[in-house]
């Protein structure tokens, strides 16, 4: 192994050398390169190549974009600064060549494609969608819930007539379907090669996908460390458009000063997920820094209403009205992202996330607490995530240093990473704290079914109210086109700004930098999407 | 035999305390707050999917049956598989240790290197400005936090000077990871004869080496130039000096020799508390050690890699402790294992 010469591994970069049987790909830095190699940095772990198993944590989704296919895909549209966004809006063929609804719209039939392959030859058919479909559906945790979301919950809904039919049967007809199926979660995998790696007690092979990608997509995982690097290979024989780039490596670099100083010098092309301050710095030093602002996504101050004082809406007025909203996004978020206060007055319109019409107005605050049961203040901790401390941190004090002035004594509580899912979301048992929520299926109905919904994962505030719940329920799977649809959302939003259980701040942004890489799109599941990107064409 | 027995011993001595370890480590990451199903059942997991990852995980059994399993797991030699990186235990520590204890011990090489001789130098010639320069210089090193050094080198080499290669881990991308033999990279590149990667590896080791060194020189040439005087100042030397033996070997053949037992003492010491404390270190350069991957474990609460990790060092302790006790030996002969 140790006499292959470094020179005929660069060389073979992209050119069918067999890089996971050596004991380290030798890959080449894409300035000095020709081959189409980039180099991106992160600072999180990817900890497994299997979306559906346990534990599989965010970073990890993007194996299951780059390296597999699903039934249909978003597409992609230019933002108005040029750069690239997935496109909610289009739904178009991935390995379904096209499909029909049923008049009804519970009976889906997709023909598939019949020229497309998995990397080692064998040809997607229904069956290998059949029984992906199925391991999604069964496996239970993130995937199988995220199925549910678009009415898929059975093996017996999904059927392969033949090898390139496949149907899906639903309870009831839903928009949340065509596009659940686009997101990260179905994915299809060859079956024969899952099988055959399958044990009596692992059905579903989840130890195999785990360390090895077996699906027909743009790219495969030649080589994982966890906790170091992730290279992709390009797949040449991948049925789309070929990505620009071959090879992609993925640094994990935890430090989030060396991995400003390594992008800035140009030694990385792409550094993923920087902080806002590093965004506005490198920007201001003429880096490509793409910032986007994450569709149905909000950061917020949650009141919890089981305790006392924020049951009493004036309360929550109150304090909806002491937050100093601007100087807040100009410090934690430096201005990057979308302001969520000062809307008009009337909501008129079913953009979502759209703003409150709540501004800083210490008067009208102590108004509204003087109109409540508590006019003489009340003491409560404000909670912040240790892991988020870099925008919750400097929000909190803000606010805490506002309500003190009209009364409200507030200490801040920090609660570490592990700790803090269970104690916000799960127990729902924070007072007054920070929260931030995005929808993957970019509905108004859908944010408010999870975060307005009583019992609901992120209705972190325990928020109840029957309207809201009646309106959700009648919504959720309503096409947009229905006229019952547009009112119902307007009311919605009307509620959720009168009773204000979840004040908005601010639509944040994922920042992207790029020192030599183009093609660069951002996905509303905010990890890298290889497909598009390649080396700088200057 | 006559020598091995007492090491046995000694090893043996051992064991209550592994036990120990393995007792504590469970207990205490049991009550690390935070509930490792809820962390790990991903974004948008309801209750239902939480129980199922929290009856997969085995923690909606009673604490003792966890404890049996992990016992029983143990004797196979199976840690446990981390969540947080979703590969074994036993195979991540086997990986990131040789990376931590390689700059660990590159660093130590270093800082005695120079820390030895400077405090020699400082005691032979106490309040000039050799003493001087030596307080100065490593009052400087452990009053910067590792972190500050590390991005500051970073700054200054990297990014300004640009001789330092990216601060990405063990090896650059251009490079083979040498044939796994000790996992000590600059080894296994000596014995595969490869000098190109062995010098690949020894410019990314340059500069974290550097930040640790210069945070352990301190307590290293400070217990050397208090142990060299109080040797200069014995008997001993007096009677060496006045019976006309040369100053070299008055110097190095008895003073330094005596003073070397503290000194391993303090080396001893510093070696536990540095493979501890370059986490940061660790996070700075992107080494991939067991120091960040501890760190990540706990924020995480991820039960097995925690215990691995103590369990680990434990051992690697436990092994240091004898290595110091043998090398006391061989300094000194007259401190043997026998209890007096």
Not at chain 1, 502 to 525: E, K, M
Not at chain 2, 32 to 48: H, K, Q, R, S, T
Not at chain 2, 284 to 301: K, R
Not at chain 2, 321 to 328: A, E, F, H, K, P
């Amino acid at each position: 192994m140790t006499t292959i010469s470094r020179r005929s591994i660069l060389k073979g970069a992209g050119a069918g050398i067999a890089a996971s049987s050596l004991p380290f790909s030798a890959l080449f830095p894409a300035h000095a390169a020709p081959g189409g190699v980039l180099v991106a940095v992160h600072g999180e772990t990817i900890n497994s190549l299997d979306l559906h198993r346990t534990g599989t944590n965010r970073p990890s989704y993007q194996i299951a974009v780059n390296c597999y296919d699903r039934l249909v895909a978003f597409g992609i549209k230019t933002l108005e600064d040029g750069s690239l966004s997935y496109d909610y809006a289009t739904i178009k063929p991935d390995i379904a060549e096209s499909w029909e609804v049923s008049e009804d719209g519970t009976v889906y039939t997709f023909k598939l494609r019949d020229d497309v392959t998995f990397q080692d030859g064998k040809p997607v058919t229904a069956h290998d969608v059949k029984w992906s479909f199925d391991r999604a559906v069964t496996v239970g945790g993130f995937p199988t819930v995220q199925m549910k979301a678009g009415g898929l919950d059975r093996p017996d809904q999904f059927e392969a007539l033949d090898d390139h039919t496949f149907v899906i049967t639903l309870d009831r007809a839903s928009k949340l379907t065509l596009p659940d199926l686009a997101v990260p979660v179905p994915f299809i995998l060859n079956s024969e090669v899952a099988k055959a790696n399958a044990t009596a007690d692992d059905p579903w092979a989840l130890e195999y996908v785990h360390n090895h990608t077996i699906g027909s997509g743009a790219f495969s995982v030649v080589r994982w460390d966890p906790g170091q690097q992730l290279v992709y290979e390009r797949n040449d024989n991948w049925h789309g458009d070929l990505p620009g780039v071959t090879r992609l490596i993925l640094r994990e670099v935890p430090s989030q000063a060396t991995r400003r100083a390594l992008i800035e010098r140009g030694d990385v092309q792409l550094s993923f997920n920087i902080p806002n301050k590093d965004a506005k710095e490198l920007e201001d030093k003429g880096l490509a820094v793409y910032s986007t602002p994450i569709e149905n996504s909000i950061h917020v101050v949650g009141l919890n209403t089981d305790f006392e004082p924020f049951t009493d809406p004036n309360v929550r007025k109150a304090i909806a009205y002491a937050i100093p909203y601007d100087e807040i996004f100009q410090t934690a978020a430096y201005g990057r992202g979308i302001p969520m206060w000062g809307g008009p007055q009337e909501v008129t319109s079913t953009e979502w996330p759209q703003p409150s019409p709540y501004v800083h107005d210490l008067d009208k605050a102590r108004e509204f607490l003087a109109q409540s049961g508590y006019a003489d203040g009340f003491e409560v901790p404000f909670s912040i995530d240790l892991n988020q401390a870099d925008w919750m941190e400097p929000t909190a004090l803000l606010i805490i240093e506002n309500l003190a002035k009209i009364g409200i004594t507030s200490t801040l509580e920090k609660i570490p990473g592990a700790n803090w899912r269970t104690a916000s979301l799960v127990e729902k048992r924070l007072a007054l704290h920070l929260e931030g929520f995005g929808g993957w299926l970019n509905y108004p109905d859908y944010y408010f079914f999870w975060a307005y919904q009583d019992g609901h994962l992120f209705n972190s505030s325990n928020y109840k109210n029957d309207e809201i719940e009646a309106l959700v329920e009648e919504t959720l799977f309503l096409p947009t086109s229905d006229p019952a649809w547009a009112p119902k959302i307007m009311r919605m939003f009307e509620i959720a700004f009168e009773d204000i259980p979840r004040i908005p701040l601010w639509q944040p942004a994922l920042n992207v930098a790029s020192n030599g890489a183009d093609g660069y799109a951002f996905w509303f599941h905010r990890q890298l999407d290889a497909r598009t990107l390649s080396p700088a064409s200057s | 035999m006559e020598r091995l027995r007492p090491i046995l011993v000694r090893v043996a001595q051992a064991i209550p305390v592994v036990i120990g370890v393995v007792v504590i480590s469970f207990v205490l990451t049991r009550a690390l707050p935070g509930d490792p199903a809820v962390y790990f059942a991903g974004a948008a997991a309801d209750e239902a999917s939480i129980a199922e990852v929290r009856a997969e995980l085995g923690l909606d059994q009673p604490l003792p049956v966890q404890f049996l399993y992990y016992v029983q797991d143990l004797a196979t030699g199976d840690l446990g598989r981390s969540l947080s990186t979703g590969q074994p235990v036993a195979a991540d520590l086997a990986r990131r240790l040789p990376a931590s204890l390689e700059l660990t011990l590159v660093a130590l090489l270093v800082s005695c290197l120079v820390a030895v001789p400077l405090g020699v130098l400082a005691a032979t010639r106490p309040g000039s400005w050799v003493d001087h320069l030596c307080r100065v210089l490593v009052t400087t090193g452990v009053s910067m936090p590792t972190f500050f050094t590390g991005i500051l080198l970073i700054y200054v080499f990297y990014y300004l000077l640009g001789w330092a290669p990216s601060p990405l881990g063990r090896l650059d991308f251009m490079y083979l990871e040498p044939d796994k033999v000790t996992g000590f990279f600059l080894f296994d590149a000596a014995l595969a004869r490869d000098g190109e990667t062995f010098m690949a590896a020894l410019k990314q080791l340059a500069l974290p080496a550097l930040t640790l060194a210069l945070f352990t020189m301190a307590p290293i040439a400070r217990m050397t130039r208090a142990a060299m005087l109080s040797a200069l100042s014995s008997d001993f030397i007096r009677t060496a000096r006045a019976a006309g033996l040369t100053r070299t070997k008055v110097l190095y053949g008895y003073a330094l020799r005596n003073a070397l037992l503290p000194v391993v003492t303090t080396l001893g010491m510093v070696f536990s508390f540095t493979l501890g404390a370059n986490v940061l270190v660790e996070k700075v350069f992107a080494w991939p050690g067991i120091g960040s991957y501890a760190v990540e474990a706990l924020v995480a609460s991820d039960y097995a890699a925690v215990q691995g990790f103590v369990l680990a060092m434990a051992l690697l302790f436990v092994a240091l402790n004898l290595v110091i006790d043998i090398v006391y030996a061989a300094i000194d002969p007259r401190i043997g294992f026998e209890s007096r």
